[in-house]
């Protein structure tokens, strides 16, 4: 069980500045939310480089391998057919399908590897049991830190008033 610690900031850059300082010296995760996207946001939050185009390369090129493999034994070897002059292996003739296949393949793995790395479906997050969050969708800009111990929560809030958070909130996650 952990807290999460919530700060309002007045603006953009304050909440940056904010996510900037805060986010090296702390364990958990820091995130931003804004009603709108923020230049910078995952810099200053200390996110890495995605690994899901790369995952998403070696899903469509083996996508497309296995689409040209299975056309090559069903087509040469299994049930070999002169169609038109055409010879048992034609590689232009595999093209299409072998392409499309490995687009396929690579839109399933994006779509599927987003799901697993946001840890999505999650219709339920700790820090909308603070009834002012709901302005991050219009107006508010805020920055949520996960607390893993909760005797750090106090510290943490400090922190975030002295970075020049308007109204900091405490939420504990519940089991």
Same mark, same amino acid.
């Given at each position: 069980?952990?807290?999460?610690?919530?700060?309002? #900031?007045?603006?953009?850059?304050?909440?940056?500045?904010?996510?900037?300082?805060?986010?090296?010296?702390?364990?958990?995760?820091?995130?931003?939310?804004?009603?709108?996207?923020?230049?910078?946001?995952?810099?200053?939050?200390?996110?890495?480089?995605?690994?899901?185009?790369?995952?998403?390369?070696?899903?469509?090129?083996?996508?497309?391998?296995?689409?040209?493999?299975?056309?090559?034994?069903?087509?040469? +070897?299994?049930?070999?057919?002169?169609?038109?002059?055409?010879?048992?292996?034609?590689?232009?003739? #595999?093209?299409? *399908?072998?392409?499309?296949?490995?687009?396929?393949?690579?839109?399933?793995?994006? #779509?599927?590897?987003?799901?697993?790395?946001?840890?999505?479906?999650?219709?339920?997050?700790?820090?909308?049991? +603070?009834?002012? #969050?709901?302005?991050?969708?219009?107006?508010?800009?805020?920055?949520?830190?996960?607390?893993?111990?909760?005797?750090?929560?106090?510290? *943490?809030?400090?922190?975030?008033?002295?970075?020049?958070?308007?109204?900091?909130?405490?939420?504990?996650?519940?089991?």
């Amino acid at each position: 069980m952990s807290d999460w610690i919530l700060g309002e #900031f007045a603006d953009e850059h304050t909440l940056l500045e904010a996510a900037r300082e805060l986010s090296p010296q702390i364990r958990g995760r820091v995130e931003t939310h804004s009603p709108f996207p923020l230049h910078g946001a995952s810099e200053a939050v200390g996110l890495r480089r995605s690994r899901l185009p790369l995952g998403a390369l070696a899903f469509g090129l083996s996508g497309a391998t296995a689409a040209y493999l299975i056309q090559w034994f069903a087509n040469a +070897v299994n049930w070999p057919l002169n169609v038109g002059g055409r010879p048992p292996h034609s590689a232009p003739s #595999f093209v299409p *399908i072998t392409f499309e296949t490995g687009v396929l393949i690579s839109a399933f793995a994006i #779509f599927f590897g987003l799901w697993l790395l946001l840890g999505l479906p999650r219709p339920y997050h700790p820090v909308f049991e +603070v009834e002012a #969050f709901r302005s991050a969708s219009m107006d508010g800009f805020w920055l949520s830190v996960e607390a893993d111990q909760p005797s750090l929560s106090e510290n *943490i809030a400090e922190r975030l008033r002295a970075l020049g958070a308007r109204r900091v909130s405490i939420v504990s996650e519940q089991p």
